[in-house]
């Protein structure tokens, strides 16, 4: 089980930072992902590791906590177009490639998601 949180209503260059905590599966094993669904979009690849979308390059960073089966979403710099639902998602399956990962098809498990709300 992945459960999102820390979304919330923030202004325009602001911050937030989203937690993932995983439960029920063997979190080391696993390989960690996030992705966004904007309203009326489908849903896309925002981080990966050190690989993120163009779209969020030098504002957002992925980091994880093995000791406490967390990973994080650090957002900075905040637009109104980074307004979707987060989630985050585990992979069991292995690749060289980094884009392999930002399929959203080859995830086995994902979050609820959280609601992040940038005001211009």
């Known amino acids: 089980q992945l459960v999102e949180s820390g979304g919330g209503l923030v202004q325009a260059g602001g911050s937030l930072r989203l937690s993932c905590a995983a439960s029920g599966l063997p979190f080391n094993k696993y390989h960690l992902g996030w992705f966004r669904q904007a309203p009326g979009k489908e849903r896309v690849f925002v981080v990966f590791g050190e690989k993120l979308a163009n779209s969020v390059k030098g504002r957002f960073a992925f980091s994880r906590d093995n000791a406490k089966n967390t990973v994080y979403l650090q957002m900075n710099s905040l637009k109104p177009d980074d307004t979707a639902v987060y989630y985050c998602?585990?992979?069991?399956?292995?690749?060289?490639?980094?884009?392999?990962?930002?399929?959203?098809?080859?995830?086995?498990?994902w979050g609820q998601g959280t609601e992040v709300t940038v005001s211009s």
């Open positions: 998602a585990a992979a069991l399956r292995t690749s060289d490639s980094y884009s392999y990962y930002y399929k959203s098809e080859i995830y086995d498990y």
